[in-house]
C-alpha cells in the first residue's frame, strides 16, 4: 500500500509518501512546503493545495492519512490550520483518493509507543522505521508518522477481522 501522510500548517506543511508491505516501511519521498512569512495567506493555501496534488499525480498513493484537527485556545490559529487542512482533502478530493484523520497522538503512541512523545522522539523514531539517512525535518517526520500509523491502524483492523472469522 502506498500512502501519503499530511501534517498541515500554514507556513510549513510536511508530507511524506511511504510504500508498506505487512509491518514494513519504505519511504519514497517526503519534506516540507514552506511558506515564506511575507507570502500572502491566500497564496500560501494554493501552494499547498498544488503541491499535495502534484504529489498524488506523481506517486499516486492508495490514501491519504492527515492530522486530525485538536482543539486549541487561539480560535485564529485553528481556523488557519483548518484551512490548510482544507487545501490538502480538495487536493485528495478532486483525485478520488481516500482520506483517513488521526489525532497526533495517535500517530506519536503508533510510532514511538507513547502518545505524549516529542517531536525529537518522533522524528528519531520515524529515522529508525524508515532506516532514512539523516534525522528527517519536524513536519516531515510528523506526515511519516501519520502515514505509518494509518498502516499500523489497517493491519490491526485486518487482524481483528480475521480472529472474528
Request: with cysteine.
Amino acid at each position: 500500500m502506498r500512502i501519503l501522510g499530511v501534517d498541515t500548517s500554514l507556513r510549513s506543511t510536511g508530507y511524506g509518501v511511504v510504500d508498506t508491505a505487512g509491518s514494513r516501511f519504505i519511504a519514497v519521498e517526503y519534506g516540507n512546503i514552506p511558506n515564506a512569512a511575507n507570502l500572502p495567506h491566500s497564496q500560501c493555501l494554493r501552494r499547498i493545495h498544488e503541491k499535495i496534488a502534484a504529489l498524488i499525480d506523481e506517486f499516486k498513493p492508495e490514501v491519504l492519512s492527515v492530522e486530525k484537527v485538536i482543539y486549541g485556545k487561539n480560535a485564529n490559529t485553528m481556523m488557519v490550520l483548518g484551512e490548510a487542512r482544507g487545501a490538502v482533502i480538495v487536493a485528495a478530493a478532486e483525485r478520488d483518493v481516500p482520506i483517513y484523520e488521526y489525532e497526533p497522538r495517535r500517530a506519536k503512541m503508533s510510532v514511538c509507543g507513547n502518545g505524549l512523545a516529542s517531536k525529537e522522539q518522533v522524528q528519531r523514531m520515524v529515522k529508525t522505521l524508515l532506516n532514512l539517512p539523516q534525522l528527517p525535518q519536524n513536519d516531515a517526520a510528523d506526515a511519516l508518522a501519520l502515514a505509518i500509523c494509518h498502516s499500523n491502524s489497517k493491519m490491526l483492523l485486518n487482524l481483528t477481522a480475521n480472529k472474528q472469522l
